[in-house]
Antibody, heavy 126, light 111 residues
Framework: QVQLQESGPGLVKPLQTLSLTCTVSGGSITSGHYYWSWIRQPAGKGLEWIGRVYSSGSTNYNPSLKNRVSISIDMSKNQFSLTLSSVTAADTAVYYC??????????????????WGQGTLVTVSS | QSVLTQPPSASGTPGQRVTISCSGSNSNIGSNSVNWYQHLPGTAPKVLIYSNNQRPSGVPDRFSGSKSGTSASLAISGLQSEDEADYYCAAWDDSLNAHWVFGGGTKLTVL
């Protein structure tokens, strides 16, 4: 059973770079048809997709964050990582990593997030 | 402000049936399938419904999903106290720079 675990600093200063890592256990990050995503949730607000990486290294990002975000994959460590530059208080949130499952059935392609990590709180403050 | 629109709250008594709506547009729900996630604070969100109406193994058949046009719904029948949680809809958006979009979430209270 695949499990994901986020790790990284819980406190980042304004205008610095936020860096988080998601460690995948119970399966290879390169096996199967999966994307690997980052999603965040500011306190009292809804979920926001940040971006994703495929095992080939190809990425997609939320247009609202595209200029500041980078997601990479490290197959040797079975991990993928997020960097978000020039952070402000608005970037304070619980950050989740998640696997995006791709399946083909009923004549179509279908995708959803499963499983998710437990989440890690990142606070941007001086 | 979320791209998909959900009511901020919903409620029901044990045994009742409740529905949660999710409204989008042609570029997201109108073109792609909808997934629903259940989130209990402090825990990892969990997929409840994928591909509009499919339940992962382990999810009770009390939960069902549907989609019509640019809207989707999650129905919970036989409401139980453990169903009290936040529920989010999500869909892929095909607009320029395609990306995932979520609803703002609906907090379900079991009275």
């Amino acid at each position: 059973q695949v499990q994901l675990q986020e790790s990284g600093p819980g406190l980042v200063k304004p205008l610095q770079t936020l860096s988080l890592t998601c460690t995948v256990s119970g399966g290879s990050i390169t096996s199967g048809h999966y994307y690997w995503s980052w999603i965040r949730q500011p306190a009292g607000k809804g979920l926001e997709w940040i971006g994703r990486v495929y095992s080939s290294g190809s990425t997609n990002y939320n247009p609202s964050l595209k200029n500041r975000v980078s997601i990479s994959i490290d197959m040797s460590k079975n991990q993928f990582s997020l960097t978000l530059s020039s952070v402000t208080a608005a970037d304070t949130a619980v950050y989740y990593c998640a696997r995006e499952v791709l399946r083909y059935f009923d004549g179509g392609a279908w995708n959803w997030f499963d499983p998710w990590g437990q989440g890690t709180l990142v606070t941007v403050s001086s | 402000q979320s791209v998909l629109t959900q009511p901020p709250s919903a409620s029901g008594t044990p045994g009742q049936r409740v529905t949660i709506s999710c409204s989008g547009s042609n570029s997201n729900i109108g073109s792609n399938s909808v997934n629903w996630y259940q989130h209990l604070p402090g825990t990892a969100p969990k997929v409840l419904i994928y591909s509009n109406n499919q339940r992962p193994s382990g999810v009770p058949d009390r939960f069902s999903g549907s989609k019509s046009g640019t809207s989707a719904s999650l129905a919970i029948s036989g409401l139980q106290s453990e169903d009290e949680a936040d529920y989010y809809c999500a869909a892929w958006d095909d607009s320029l720079n395609a990306h995932w979009v979520f609803g703002g979430g609906t907090k379900l209270t079991v009275l």
